[in-house]
């Protein structure tokens, strides 16, 4: 199971950081991040980290403002948001991988909205 947190209505140029917390299998043989699907739009990866978390991925779109880390210890992963913009307004999910090279992911559970007003 992947539950994630931390959504919320932010104005633009503001900051949140969504966690994920893991149960139910082991964190550690998983990449793990974040896609986000706004109304009307395609789905969308946002980052991705690896099993380890050596390497992670960014979409163009999210590069420079966003922060993705794991504590595997805690089973939880995190999307540190920065200068948030109203186009990142979307519900973001959490999900799982075997690789960041795959473009599929295999597991996600419930999003979280995040609303950036501007």
């Known amino acids: 199971q992947l539950q994630a947190s931390g959504g919320g209505l932010v104005q633009a140029g503001g900051s949140l950081r969504l966690s994920c917390a893991a149960s139910?299998?082991?964190?550690?043989?998983?990449?793990l991040g974040w896609f986000r699907q706004a109304p009307g739009k395609e789905r969308e990866e946002v980052s991705c980290i690896s099993s380890s978390g050596s390497s992670t991925s960014y979409a163009n779109s999210v590069k420079g403002r966003f922060t993705i880390s794991r504590d595997n210890a805690k089973n939880t992963v995190y999307l540190q948001m920065n200068s948030l913009k109203p186009e990142d307004t979307a519900v973001y999910y959490c999900a799982r991988k075997r690789s960041c090279t795959l473009a599929l992911w295999s597991y996600w559970g419930q999003g979280t909205l995040v609303t950036v007003s501007s």
């Open positions: 139910g299998f082991t964190l550690d043989y998983y990449a």
